[in-house]
C-alpha cells in the first residue's frame, strides 16, 4: 500500500464528508493550538463521535468514498462546478483503512458517504461491495452507518441495508421549493420512495426476526434510519424545518433528523447567503425536535402561524409556557405524567422522580432543588406544598429574567 497517496486521499475525503452531520454533535470550534505539547482537536477530520441506542459514546471513521460527483448541488461543496481537490478511493482501500483503523483501536465503525460518480446505482453498488466485504470477507462487526445514494434503486439500497447499523438518506432542505430550487437534480418523489422502502424493510426484518421466518439473515438496518436538514442555506422559517421533521417521523419512522447550521463554502454559489446563521438557531431546533419526539407537543404549539421561528433567547418550551400562562402554576403533587412535562425546566427523568417521590410524600421547594431540575427555571410555573414568595409567573419581566438565566447557562 502506497502510505503517502492513501493519506492524501484521506485528507481530502475525509475533510470532505465533515459537513455531514448525520452521526455526531456539531458545535465546537476549538482548533488543535500550535502549542507542541497540546493534546486533542475538534476540528480535526476523518474520526467522528457517535452515540449507541444505549448511551455509549464510539469512534467512527467518517470518510467519502470520493468527492467527485455529478450533482450540481448549490449549498455542496462537492458540487460538479465545484472547484476543489479530488479524490477517490477504491473499494479494497476503503476496507483496508477500515480493517487498519480499527485493529490500532482507533475506531469501532465506519461512516461512508460518497458523491455520485457515474450514475446512482453505480455509486450504490459500490458502497455495497465495501460493506459486503467487510461483514462477509473480514467478519467485521463494528458498526457501520452508509448513506443512501439519491435515486439509487430499492433493490440496491435492501441488500446494503443487511450489512450496515444505520441507513440515512439526506433530505438536506425542509421544502420541495427549496429543493427544486438549490438541488433541481434531486427528486423530493423519489427520496421519499426511498424513505419508504427503508422504512418497510426495517418493519418487515423485525416481523421476521420476531417470527423466526429468517432468523438466519442478518436483520435490515437494526439502527434505523435518519436523515438531514441543513439549516439557514434558504430562507425557510423554523416552522417549515419542524413541520418536515414532524413528518419524517411520523411518516418514516425516522430514528433522529439531524440539523446542520449552514457553512458558507469556498467559491460558493451566487444564490446562497454569505453569512453562516447563528449557531444557537441550530441548538434551538434541536430542542424544539426533543419536544416533538418525547414531551408530546406539536408544531403548531412551538411555532405557531404567526410566529415562524423560534426565539433565540429561550428555550422552546420556556417560550411557550411564557404564552401559556392561564396554564400554571401547575401543582407538583396532583399533576398527571403529561401536565408535568410541560413545566419548563422538567425534564423526562424529573418526571420519573416527581411521580415516584408524591406516592410517599408531599413534595415542597426545598425537595425538588434536590432532584436535579432546572430549579430557578421551573419554580415559577410550580405549585408545591409550601408557597413561594419569589414567584414571578404575573410580572412582567419575567421574560426578561428568563433569558438572561438563559444566556448565563449557555456560557458553560
Avoid at 17 to 28: E, F, H, I, L
Avoid at 132 to 160: C, D, M, W
Avoid at 269 to 279: A, E, I, N, R
Avoid at 359 to 387: M, P, T, W
Wanted: positive net charge; charged residues 25%.
Amino acid at each position: 500500500m502506497d502510505h503517502n497517496r492513501i493519506r492524501k486521499k484521506l485528507k481530502i475525503l475525509a475533510d470532505a464528508a465533515k459537513y455531514d452531520a448525520s452521526c455526531a454533535s456539531s458545535g465546537s470550534n476549538r482548533a488543535k493550538k500550535p502549542d507542541k505539547n497540546a493534546i486533542g482537536d475538534t476540528q480535526s477530520m476523518g474520526i467522528c463521535h457517535s452515540y449507541t441506542p444505549d448511551g455509549r459514546c464510539i469512534s467512527l471513521l467518517k470518510i467519502l468514498m470520493t468527492n467527485y460527483c455529478i450533482y450540481d448541488c448549490k449549498f455542496c461543496i462537492n458540487r460538479v462546478s465545484s472547484n476543489v481537490q479530488r479524490a477517490r478511493f477504491t473499494p479494497q482501500e476503503v476496507v483496508d483503512l477500515t480493517l487498519s483503523f480499527y485493529k490500532r483501536n482507533y475506531i469501532e465503525g465506519l461512516f461512508l458517504s460518497s458523491g455520485i460518480i457515474r450514475s446512482s446505482d453505480y455509486t450504490m453498488e459500490c458502497l455495497l461491495n465495501i460493506v459486503k466485504a467487510l461483514r462477509t470477507q473480514h467478519h467485521f462487526n463494528g458498526y457501520i452507518h452508509l448513506k443512501v445514494i439519491p435515486e439509487a434503486s430499492q433493490t440496491l439500497i435492501h441488500q446494503a441495508g443487511l450489512y450496515a447499523d444505520r441507513l440515512s438518506a439526506n433530505i438536506e432542505l425542509p421544502s420541495k421549493q427549496d429543493i427544486k430550487q438549490l438541488a433541481p437534480e434531486k427528486s423530493i418523489t423519489t427520496l421519499k420512495s426511498q424513505m419508504l422502502g427503508i422504512r418497510n424493510d426495517i418493519i418487515e426484518s423485525k416481523h421476521d426476526y420476531k417470527t423466526k421466518k429468517k432468523y438466519k439473515l442478518p436483520m435490515f438496518a437494526p439502527g434505523g434510519q435518519s436523515t438531514q436538514m441543513i439549516v439557514g442555506a434558504t430562507q425557510s422559517h423554523d416552522r417549515s424545518i419542524l413541520k418536515t421533521s414532524s413528518s419524517m417521523y411520523k411518516n418514516y419512522n425516522m430514528r433522529r433528523v439531524y440539523y446542520s447550521a449552514f457553512s458558507p463554502i469556498p467559491d460558493a454559489h451566487s444564490l446562497l447567503s454569505l453569512k453562516k446563521p447563528p449557531l444557537i438557531r441550530e441548538h434551538r431546533l434541536y430542542q424544539a425536535d426533543w419536544l416533538l419526539r418525547f414531551y408530546g407537543f406539536d408544531v403548531d404549539e412551538i411555532v405557531p402561524e404567526d410566529v415562524p421561528d423560534l426565539d433565540l433567547n429561550l428555550d422552546p418550551k420556556t417560550a411557550w409556557a411564557l404564552n401559556r400562562r392561564d396554564l400554571f402554576p401547575i401543582d407538583i403533587n396532583t399533576a398527571d405524567k403529561e401536565l408535568l412535562l410541560r413545566i419548563p425546566g422538567i425534564g423526562l427523568r424529573s418526571v420519573q422522580k416527581i411521580l415516584h417521590i408524591r406516592k410517599y410524600h408531599q413534595l415542597q421547594h426545598h425537595d425538588l432543588k434536590k432532584l436535579g431540575l432546572a430549579y430557578n427555571r421551573a419554580k415559577h410555573f410550580i405549585k408545591a406544598k409550601d408557597h413561594l414568595k419569589s414567584s414571578l409567573l404575573d410580572h412582567e419581566q419575567l421574560k426578561q429574567h428568563l433569558s438572561s438565566e438563559s444566556k448565563q447557562m449557555e456560557l458553560w
